[in-house]
């Protein structure tokens, strides 16, 4: 069997040059597909034997010119794989795998880790505890969801990543006057229930259906808190074996088998209410988690889920055997704000503890690494602190204008 395979990757985002070499470093032929706008960032170009830029970025592709790009790529190259790099290249590369014929997650499974309703009713239908939701397109529906269940509630953008475009709303006249105002757009939003409590994110690793790999993390401010507020985010794994560790494992599983993840990497989001203590199911996506939460799970485990992810999808094609890495149980955190200052000084931050430090401009992070979590947290909480009073900055989200 040829031990040499060719693989298109797509990102509208700069990340994922570890992916990119270790598919590379397996002999491979590597292909990526980027925005023109991406052009002048440092890709591992000498891991990539070809870079194909696309006009304008994500829903700007015309998805047509795609296609025929790619189709023409294929006259002298077998392609055995398309990776999407980034949650907003799911549906680009479903749509190539669907419009090609070649092995992969389709656009009906791709729907269940980019849509937030599609993910929703298919946890419901598993019996997977979700906050009540509904969708937007019948006005008797909304009423009754209103009439029903308690506020304050939230509208979410369906596919957009992260804590995008979340609007909070308190009373039925005002979740109204919101849906009145998206007009149109209000078809690629869901309403559903505020649920306070803590929220976690599992990152895990997939084969053949089964999960080989997975950390469990919590948030120490939430990503919609961020989103909505600015400020600090926090995060760090927590205790081996811990309840919550165990629970969140369990529901991780149910969400894996139900969605029908076979291979690759996860990232996925859950909140444990505060009100009755169960784990409730918020989102997914098949990728890597961003906000360097790879760096920090990398630092607690020794696992590069970017390159781990690489390898499983060379084995897959090429139908060898995986061997993950041996996996440590230690204990990592990453604190990261907007920066005043676009190269932030860190050198005080000098504890031995100190493993990485974020390299984006107007950004300020660490990530710290301990045998004992108490430690992480520690430091976590000082850094936190020290941040605010001498680095954070906010900045005003984006408003949405297109969908996906």
Aim: glycine letters at 6%.
């Amino acid at each position: 069997m040829d031990s040499s395979k060719t693989f298109l990757c797509i990102s509208n985002f700069f990340k994922g040059n570890a992916f990119l070499i270790a598919l590379k470093k397996q002999g491979n032929r590597v292909f990526l597909v980027t925005t023109e706008k991406l052009k002048d960032k440092p890709w591992a170009f000498e891991y990539i034997d070809e870079v194909f830029y696309m006009p304008g970025q994500d829903l700007d592709w015309d998805m047509n010119l795609l296609l025929k790009g790619v189709g023409g790529l294929m006259k002298d190259h077998k392609i055995e794989a398309i990776i999407a790099l980034d949650d907003y290249d799911v549906e680009k590369a479903a749509f190539l795998r669907e419009s090609l014929r070649i092995p992969g997650m389709g656009q009906t499974t791709g729907r269940y880790f980019r849509d937030k309703l599609a993910m929703r009713i298919k946890a419901q239908d598993a019996g997977i505890r979700v906050p009540p939701f509904s969708p937007l397109f019948n006005d008797a529906d909304i009423n009754q969801f209103a009439d029903h269940v308690p506020g304050p509630w939230v509208l979410k953008p369906r596919s957009e990543a992260s804590a995008h475009g979340i609007i909070k709303v308190h009373n039925k006249e005002e979740l109204w006057n919101r849906i009145n105002e998206l007009g149109d757009n209000r078809l690629y939003y869901l309403v559903e229930q505020f649920k306070p409590g803590d929220v976690y994110h599992a990152d895990g690793l997939q084969l053949d259906g089964k999960t080989l790999f997975l950390t469990v993390s919590k948030y120490l401010a939430t990503p919609m808190e961020i989103s909505q507020g600015g400020g600090i985010f926090r995060s760090a794994n927590l205790k081996y074996g811990s309840d919550d560790d165990k629970a969140i494992r369990k529901v991780n599983e149910a969400i894996m088998k139900a969605f029908g993840l076979k291979n690759g990497a996860s990232h996925t989001e859950f909140i444990k209410s505060k009100e009755d203590g169960h784990i409730y199911f918020l989102e997914t996506a098949s990728r890597v988690g961003g906000a360097h939460l790879a760096e920090m799970v990398e630092s607690a485990t020794n696992v590069n889920l970017w390159a781990e992810w690489a390898k499983i999808e060379d084995a897959v094609v090429k139908e060898k055997k995986y061997e993950l890495p041996k996996v440590e149980k230690n204990y990592a955190g990453i604190v990261l704000t907007l920066s005043k200052y676009e190269h932030p000084d860190l050198s005080s931050f000098d504890d031995e503890e100190v493993c990485f430090r974020v390299p984006l401009e107007y950004h300020a992070g660490l990530i710290v690494k301990s045998p004992k979590q108490e430690r992480v947290m520690e430091l976590l909480d000082k850094y936190a602190d020290r941040f605010a009073k001498e680095l954070s900055t906010t900045a005003e989200a984006p408003e949405l204008k297109k969908f996906h």
